[in-house]
């Protein structure tokens, strides 16, 4: 167990619509990451956010938003949902944003399908 | 753009050999992270290596990193069913945070 969470575990819905996932990071890491997984793109970046800031941003479309709470709980936000939307999504948090070995911990993830 | 290339990319073995997946790019790294996930799951961390040369061990498994930080390695002796799974290893981009680059990984599979 990583330590940290992700809910929900699985999320099927259709094109066109809003889903939000959460997560919340392992206890006294301040940053969080968001990850996508698909079989034809393997683990890619989307947005980082350190202590409630946006830090930095990687390949994540305008349909698609994050924030992090002042409890350091972060939500990522996908609208206008498409087909090839459907992935695994992953949170992971680490202590700092430019501190220790670059080390990150994974939560289980929530697999999207959209049909 | 860094860029991290594993070989091999799949891997099919039987119980009790041994097996060597590797990790390249053109660049130097501050550190490399190793991680195994398995299907539907979350990667989990195995181990991170920061100085050149560094080798670490876990049980079986044994991690290298190049002199140069620019390559490592996993060998895993005696392969055990267990270890079937998704290898993956990652570098942080230091620049606006530590956003982790990861390699396509290698997708090992030990038979009985």
């Known amino acids: 167990d990583s330590g940290v969470t992700q809910t929900p575990k699985h999320l099927i819905t259709a094109t066109g619509q809003r889903v939000t996932l959460r997560c919340s990071p392992r206890?006294?890491?301040?940053?969080v990451y968001w990850y996508q997984q698909s079989l034809d793109q393997g683990l890619q970046f989307l947005i980082q956010?350190?202590?409630?800031?946006?830090?930095a941003k990687g390949n994540i479309l305008e349909r698609f938003s994050a924030q992090q709470f002042p409890d350091l709980h972060s939500e990522l936000n996908l609208s206008s949902l498409e087909l090839g939307d459907s992935a695994l999504y992953f949170c992971?948090?680490?202590?700092?944003?430019?501190?220790?070995?670059?080390?990150?911990?994974f939560g289980p993830g929530t697999r999207l399908t959209v049909l | 753009t860094q860029l991290l290339e594993q070989s091999p990319q799949f891997l099919s073995i039987q119980e009790g050999e041994n097996l060597t997946v590797y990790c390249n790019s053109s660049?130097?790294?501050?550190?490399l992270q190793w991680y195994r996930q398995e299907p539907g799951e979350g990667p989990v961390l195995l181990v991170t290596?920061?100085?050149?040369?560094e080798v670490k061990k876990l049980k079986r498994l044994t991690f290298q990193f190049g002199d140069a930080r620019k390559d490592s390695s996993l060998h895993i002796t005696a392969a055990q069913p267990g270890d079937t799974g998704l290898y993956l290893c990652?570098?942080?981009?230091?620049?606006?945070?530590?956003?982790?680059?990861f390699g396509e990984g290698t997708q090992l599979t030990v038979n009985p």
């Open positions: 992971a948090s680490s202590v700092g944003s430019l501190q220790g070995n670059g080390e990150q911990f």
């Open positions: 206890s006294g890491d301040l940053s």
């Open positions: 956010y350190y202590n409630g800031e946006e830090r």
């Open positions: 660049s130097v790294f501050s550190s």
């Open positions: 290596v920061v100085t050149g040369g």
């Open positions: 990652a570098a942080p981009k230091r620049t606006s945070g530590s956003r982790l680059t």
